[in-house]
T-cell receptor, first 115, second 111 residues
């Protein structure tokens, strides 16, 4: 099946710094990628839809200036958590959909811990 | 706004049992529906994809059915194994491939 690679798988940073997470579709082109956030023992919450070559569409309540999304190519989307604070600590997961079938494929997730 | 409910929230069974996981969703105007499994601290693995025009899909010991008009999907797991222990997520996909997830069913299969 299709593969989505996410990097880094885990990161620890100091409060106030910025962290970038990459999401790559390895064997297919993804015009649309999605970013989710997941707290322990909770379901995934859609943060934003990342569209290649255009601005991301953010879900209600998600700060677009804090969670910067860039989708510069058909295989790469990045999420930058700016001026991270401890409450931003979470598990972030990206996904991309196959244009042929609409099937969603997920990355392995990135665990962010802000000290 | 799409809302997804999964029942039961948690399930613990002995190895070998056949299982039924239920999913209901409020907006039946979906393009497709996927079932995923998530292991602790990991991303999601796609198990089955059912297009809106289909009634069911099968993969190995897994069978998923879809009743789009009533907003229901069911995942059957035959002859459960300890390796099936995970959280199972139902995800109906509405316009723009915007997928909303249920809270999942946490399954534990005892050896």
């Amino acid at each position: 099946g299709a593969v989505v690679s996410q990097h880094p798988s885990w990161v620890i940073c100091k409060s106030g710094t910025s962290v970038k997470i990459e999401c790559r579709s390895l064997d297919f082109q993804a015009t649309t990628m999605f970013w989710y956030r997941q707290f322990p023992k909770q379901s995934l919450m859609l943060m934003a839809t990342s569209n290649e070559g255009s601005k991301a569409t953010y879900e209600q309540g998600v700060e677009k200036d804090k969670f910067l999304i860039n989708h510069a190519s058909l295989t790469l989307s990045t999420l930058t958590v700016t001026s991270a604070h401890p409450e931003d600590s979470s598990f972030y997961i990206c996904s991309a959909n196959s244009r042929e079938t609409g099937e969603l494929f997920f990355g392995e997730g990135s665990r962010l811990t802000v000290l | 706004k799409q809302e997804v409910t999964q029942i039961p929230a948690a399930l613990s069974v002995p190895e070998g049992e056949n299982l039924v996981l239920n999913c209901s969703f409020t907006d039946s105007a979906i393009y497709n529906l996927q079932w995923f499994r998530q292991d602790p601290g990991k991303g999601l693995t796609s198990l089955l994809l059912i297009q809106s025009s289909q009634r069911e899909q099968t993969s190995g010991r897994l069978n998923a059915s879809l009743d789009k008009s009533s907003g229901r999907s069911t995942l059957y797991i035959a002859a459960s194994q300890p390796g099936d222990s995970a959280t199972y997520l139902c995800a109906p996909n509405t316009g723009g491939f915007k997928t909303i997830f249920g809270a999942g069913t946490r399954l534990f299969v005892k050896a």
